[in-house]
């Protein structure tokens, strides 16, 4: 049908497709052209089927039906088809242009083929299934849409789809794909170029419960795309290291700016999103269940050859011998080189031991959040780790080489930056972690240095562990012979291998156990602004940690913990924000640094409260290695016999032992000077810390160059800041 209205133009090829029938728009004014498609656009969006009413379906019916199995070449009939009715056997199309293959409440039991790229419109509810290797396959791109539905059963063989095609796009319908099969790395759709949806549903199971490794969509080639905009996408994956959306080369990349996307990950070590490339994430909804747990093998070094260690002594292993040490492979919900996501909806449940969220995997890989809400829960406990006699008999032991965790990277120099966005992050199995970074992690964006206001507390992120410590029943890695990186097949009687320690639990190399924690860095962790909150509640629960320096410049921290709120390994720097942090059974903040800055406080206020004896409120190991030169600075412990180290600094401080009873639950008042001589009285609400008769008590108050007199108060006075009962 063509339309003639006084301008120049043709509606683009897909609302063609969309809309059911051929339309050119012959148009001659620009404004009218663009109504005119914009409203037939509308009409198919909508779901408004105008092919139904197009003149032409009865006065011209489509020039091909086809009824039964059979070899159709488009040069000699034409390039609409419409398959209706029951066929059993082969249908092969030859097309020599873009043709339109219809379902039309079609029943087929073999191979619907084109060759060349086509249209596959559905009409009512259609099915296909056969016992070769696929479904439908297209030599070409394969465009998929329409207002019915398709179910889709195969038995495709390794890398081969129930939907096999060098293109993949969804457009409209309802496509749901089985693939029946074992076999290992067959899949529900598999393109060798891209895989684009804008609209429609596609649902697609591989549910091998063997070690599989399935894919629900696979893209097998180089510098392809995933790109989803729109429509709804679901996948489940139940096999052995199976993956929904596989991305099997490096510069292969998922982008996801609209629609829904279902991933349901129930296989050991399987992946929702996996590959080497970046996923990025602008609109839109993912959810994802992760219930798989871990798979056991051979833990390889770089060179791709196996650990293996002998041990010597029966003290810790009831057996000597060589053993070959067995690593494990979480699942997933993504797994990717590079993540970014700017906004949507992230929703994970991870249930499976050690299962994860979210992972940036690429050696210097970047993980980037500038917005977005996320939702993740891990429940899952940390996993062993097997070492494998090499006479195939196997000792189990707690060695901690996986634990659950939200988000993370896991490349030795990969960075995390979190500049926006909501997060609320919960790992509840033993020794999870919420958000863990190789190396650096920063927060915020730099300038936020005042007290946000509830629009400004962006990025906003909530974190809570209930795990507690996973153990190693092994304790020492001395009590192994040696370590070393040959390969199975090289082993020799007696041969000793040494290399470095693999046990990488917890902290130094003598660790027992790995703590649950809030937010780890193995490098610098630097917050600028927003709002961190985090509570652990079971025993060896920390906060927020960076095994180098972690450094404070603005924005809202909150942490109540079990253990550390707070802990660096060399240096904390405090140049502002807001810090609260409180200590059920160890120092509120602590830092292991042995040089002069191992914590340093230039500015903010900073309330640090243990209840816990011996415990303090800040904790350094000798003089001189706290620095106070600003701020407002409040901190309680219920250590009486082991005093703060005298701090050194331009501010004056107050440290000595209070009453418990004079000052739990009520008001710190401190007064001073400042450098002018002006008087200076600040006030700061002390918890109901009831564990001790006697309380250490460290504290200061901004510009204070006189030893500060303090008293309790039942109340306080002056301008509340609005952050803990701070009042100056």
Same mark, same amino acid.
């Given at each position: 049908m063509t339309i003639a209205v006084?301008?120049?133009?043709?509606?683009?090829?897909?609302?063609?497709?969309?809309?059911?029938?051929?339309?050119?728009?012959?148009?001659?004014?620009?404004?009218?052209?663009?109504?005119?498609?914009?409203?037939?656009?509308?009409?198919?969006?909508?779901?408004?089927?105008?092919?139904?009413?197009?003149?032409?379906?009865t006065a011209f019916p489509f020039k091909v039906s086809v009824t039964s199995a059979g070899e159709y070449n488009t040069t000699a009939v034409g390039t609409d088809f419409v398959l209706s009715g029951t066929i059993t056997g082969n249908v092969a199309i030859k097309a020599s242009e873009t043709c339109r293959v219809t379902l039309s409440d079609a029943t087929l039991s073999g191979t619907v083929s084109v060759e060349g790229d086509s249209h596959l419109w559905l009409l009512g509810a259609n099915t296909v299934s056969t016992t070769n290797a696929s479904a439908i396959a297209v030599s070409g791109v394969l465009t998929v849409g329409g207002t019915g539905s398709l179910t889709a059963t195969a038995y495709p063989v390794s890398k081969t789809g129930v939907i096999n095609a060098d293109g993949f796009v969804l457009a409209g319908g309802s496509t749901s794909v089985t693939v029946a099969s074992t076999d290992k790395n067959a899949c529900g759709v598999y393109t060798s170029g891209d895989y684009t949806q804008f609209a429609g549903e596609l649902i697609v199971t591989a549910a091998a419960t063997t070690d599989a490794k399935q894919n629900g969509i696979f893209l097998s080639k180089a510098k392809t795309a995933c790109t989803i905009t729109g429509g709804r996408l679901s996948v489940t994956v139940a096999g052995e290291k199976g993956v929904c959306v596989n991305l099997d080369k490096k510069t292969a990349a998922m982008t996801l700016s609209g629609g829904v996307v279902n991933l349901d990950v129930a296989g050991d070590g399987a992946k929702g999103i996996k590959g080497d490339g970046s996923f990025t994430m602008t609109d839109g909804i993912l959810n994802a269940a992760v219930s798989g747990g871990t798979v056991i093998e051979p833990y390889e070094d770089g060179d791709g050859s196996n650990y293996v260690v002998s041990v010597t002594s029966t003290s810790y292993l009831s057996k000597t011998g060589t053993y070959v040490v067995q690593d494990t492979t979480p699942a997933y919900a993504v797994k990717c080189g590079d993540i970014a996501v700017s906004g949507g909806t992230v929703r994970v449940s991870a249930t499976g031991t050690a299962s994860r969220g979210l992972c940036s995997d690429g050696a210097s890989g970047t993980f980037a959040i500038s917005g977005g809400q996320f939702d993740i829960t891990c429940d899952g406990d940390s996993s062993a780790t097997i070492l494998g006699m090499l006479d195939e008999t196997a000792l189990t032991t707690e060695l901690d080489k996986a634990t659950a965790s939200g988000l993370r990277t896991s490349g030795t120099n990969s960075t995390m930056t979190i500049t926006g966005g909501i997060l609320n992050i919960v790992a509840n199995g033993t020794g999870g972690k919420c958000i863990v970074c190789k190396n650096e992690l920063v927060v915020g964006t730099e300038g936020q240095d005042t007290l946000p206001t509830d629009s400004a507390f962006y990025p906003d992120i909530q974190t809570s562990t209930y795990g507690s410590q996973a153990y190693v029943a092994a304790a020492k890695q001395t009590s192994y012979k040696s370590i070393g990186t040959a390969k199975i097949a090289d082993l020799t009687s007696g041969t000793i291998y040494t290399a470095a320690s693999y046990i990488r639990s917890g902290s130094g190399e003598n660790v027992?156990?790995?703590?649950?924690? @809030? &937010?780890? $860095?193995?490098?610098?962790?630097?917050?600028?602004?927003?709002?961190?909150?985090?509570?652990?509640?079971?025993?060896?629960?920390?906060?927020?940690?960076?095994?180098?320096?972690?450094?404070?410049?603005?924005?809202?921290?909150?942490?109540?913990?079990?253990?550390? @709120? &707070?802990? $660096?390994?060399t240096s904390l720097v405090i140049n502002g924000g807001y810090l609260y942090c409180g200590s059920t059974n160890n120092d509120a903040i602590d830092s292991n640094g042995t040089g002069t800055d191992a914590i340093v406080i230039n500015g903010g206020v900073v309330l640090a409260f243990t209840a816990y004896s011996p415990e303090i409120g800040i904790d350094v190991d000798s003089p001189g290695k706290l620095q106070i030169n600003g701020g407002i600075v409040a901190a309680f412990g219920s250590n009486a016999s082991n005093m703060l180290p005298t701090p050194t600094g331009s501010l004056s401080t107050y440290r000595g032992t209070v009453s418990s009873s004079s000052y739990a639950g009520k008001y710190l008042k401190m007064t001073g000077t400042d450098k002018s001589g002006s008087s200076i009285v600040t006030y700061v609400k002390v918890p109901a810390i009831s564990s001790s008769t006697t309380l250490t008590l460290l504290c200061t108050t901004d510009g204070c160059v006189s030893t500060p007199g303090i008293t309790s108060a039942s109340s306080a006075s002056g301008t509340a800041i609005g952050f803990h009962g701070v009042y100056k």
């Open positions: 006084g301008c120049c133009g043709i509606i683009p090829s897909f609302l063609q497709y969309m809309g059911g029938y051929d339309v050119s728009l012959t148009c001659y004014n620009s404004t009218v052209r663009d109504i005119l498609s914009v409203a037939i656009l509308a009409c198919c969006v909508k779901g408004v089927s105008i092919a139904d009413s197009r003149p032409e379906r027992d156990y790995t703590n649950p924690k @809030c &937010i780890k $860095a193995e490098g610098a962790l630097t917050m600028h602004g927003g709002r961190i909150r985090g509570f652990s509640q079971a025993e060896g629960g920390e906060g927020f940690e960076s095994k180098t320096v972690l450094t404070i410049n603005g924005g809202l921290f909150e942490a109540t913990c079990y253990d550390d @709120c &707070i802990n $660096a390994k």
